[in-house]
Nanobody
Framework: VQLVESGGGLVQPGGSLRLSCAASGSGISINVMGWYRQAPGRQRESVATISSDGSTNYSDSVKGRFTISSDNAKDTVYLQMNSVNPEDAAVYYC???WGSGSISVTWGQGTQVTVSS
């Protein structure tokens, strides 16, 4: 499985941004996809995840502002970021948990989100 992220960039405080992550690989069974982020000097933290059954989880810091969604036909996951604040600035990583029986985890290369006026 390979993950290709897009959509990062510069956003003003209070603005919106949408991240995308497309998974590629033949015959794969993706169980969970999600987004993590890592700011300078901080540990990587979970932002949001979505399971193959559509159930979602969010960190408390983004709940109500960010929305994760997926297009299963395209093996693509999105992160709609609204009401962005400076604390949201980080490198955002897409992650996929996949496989049946033997479970594997793949990370994307990361996409930078900068929050500045």
């Amino acid at each position: 499985v390979q993950l290709v992220e897009s959509g990062g960039g510069l956003v003003q405080p209070g603005g919106s941004l949408r991240l995308s992550c497309a998974a590629s690989g033949s015959g794969i069974s993706i169980n969970v996809m999600g987004w993590y982020r890592q700011a300078p000097g901080r540990q990587r933290e979970s932002v949001a995840t979505i399971s193959s059954d559509g159930s979602t989880n969010y960190s408390d810091s983004v709940k109500g502002r960010f929305t994760i969604s997926s297009d299963n036909a395209k093996d693509t996951v999105y992160l709609q970021m609204n009401s962005v604040n400076p604390e949201d600035a980080a490198v955002y990583y897409c992650v996929a948990v996949w496989g049946s029986g033997s479970i594997s985890v793949t990370w994307g290369q990361g996409t930078q989100v900068t929050v500045s006026s």
